[in-house]
């Protein structure tokens, strides 16, 4: 893999095809003077194994009243605050065509990675990771025979607003594509309409004869700083093989992503020395629908962090009004990233 990076070029615009937004890349920008917010997070570094006022934690009452069963692997339990709930009534006729709304039915879970309160993902060995992901295809797989799209994600870190640093992640299923997953739906439908292949799987073969963004990459899975990315330190992990969804991996792809997130997650931990804030989630082909063979798993992990522990991204005036923007080159990210060892300094927290 070549550390080389081109000179920083100047700024300019690249194109997402799976979304089908443009981005503008201004590199240099980090190096201006910054005198605005310092995130005061704590990092949760050194918690114990056991909080008896975590809702998460084994035996403990949640907030709905019901009581943990005293789990010892992975945890899946339905949220007592869903954001979608699965009877719900037609909305009302629209009174004007730009009064439109749409009857969304749907279900929300809580997934536990972990009975230990102080662990991270990154902290957890590959076997408890490889657990992780076969629940997250198993809810994949049980919320797919109710509902079109299933949502599988983890906030992790106050700055993602993430409510507990108990290891956890949630699952949302939807009775209709959101609206990020329909664009993704179209642009990869269209690509394989026009090139009679598919959008994601060449293109992370491109990745890999190219190298420059690439972070890891494993004998089935390989992370990438995508060309398109819009957050710092973004990436995106890919099956090298054509997979349509979670619950299609194999063992071995399972094994390798349980090894390759071990090792992404424990980079991105040293990048800024703090348990890495982010939000993550998976993207895969929709349930009730037979057009789907456009559709590649991946899974895209969208960091805030841009310059310390304590300086965030905002995606504030022209992100809002304009278009996103970065101030440093992915090339740069995934340099910056392959650089950093693999290695945990939470000692007594880190397992091989
Ligand atoms: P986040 O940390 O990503 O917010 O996820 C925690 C979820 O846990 C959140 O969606 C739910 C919240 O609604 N929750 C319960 O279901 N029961 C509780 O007792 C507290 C929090
Ligand atoms: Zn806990």
């Known amino acids: 893999m070549t550390d080389l990076v081109p000179e920083h070029p100047g700024p300019h615009r690249r194109f997402d095809p799976l979304r089908g937004e443009w981005v503008l890349v201004s590199a240099h920008r980090t190096e201006r003077p910054w005198q605005g917010r310092i995130e005061t997070f704590d990092p949760p570094g050194f918690l114990p194994d056991y909080d008896p006022d975590c809702y998460l934690c084994p035996g403990n009452r949640r907030a709905g009243g019901r009581v943990n069963p005293a789990y010892t692997g992975t945890y899946a339990f339905t949220n007592d605050f869903p954001a979608l709930r699965p009877a719900v009534a037609d909305t009302s006729p629209p009174t004007s065509p730009l009064f439109r709304a749409d009857r969304v039915a749907g279900t929300c879970r809580v997934l536990c990675f972990s009975p230990r309160h102080g662990r991270t993902l990154a902290d957890l060995d590959r076997t408890e990771i490889h657990s992780v992901i076969d629940l997250w295809a198993e809810q994949t797989t049980d919320l797919g025979a109710t509902y079109r799209w299933v949502q599988i994600f983890e906030n992790k870190g106050e700055a993602m607003g993430a409510s507990n640093p108990h290891p956890h992640g949630q699952v949302w299923a939807a009775s209709a594509l959101p609206t990020y997953v329909a664009a993704e739906d179209r642009r990869q439908a269209e690509y394989r309409d026009a090139q009679g292949t598919n959008l994601l799987t060449d293109y992370t073969r491109i ?93 895209h992990i969208y960091p805030p962090l841009l310059r310390s522990a304590s300086v965030r991204k905002f995606m504030v005036g022209y992100e809002l009004l304009g278009e996103s923007q970065r101030d440093l080159t992915p090339e740069d990210a995934a340099q910056r990233l392959r650089r950093l060892p693999e290695t945990s300094d939470r000692n007594d927290l880190h397992v091989t």
Not at 216 to 240: F, K, S
Request: aromatic share 12%; proline share 8%; glycine share 2%.
């Open 207 to 299: 990745e890999c004869v190219e190298t420059t963004r690439v972070v890891i990459e494993n004998d089935t899975w390989v992370a990438v700083v995508p060309y398109w990315a819009t957050w710092p330190y973004e990436t995106m992990l890919v099956p090298h093989r054509h997979v349509l969804r979670l619950p299609d991996l194999t063992s071995d792809e399972r094994a390798d992503l349980a090894e390759l997130l071990k090792r992404l997650l424990t980079r991105y931990d040293n990048l800024f020395a703090t348990p890495f804030p982010y939000s993550m989630g998976w993207h895969g082909a929709p349930f009730q629908t037979d057009q789907i063979d456009h559709w590649q798993l991946h899974a």
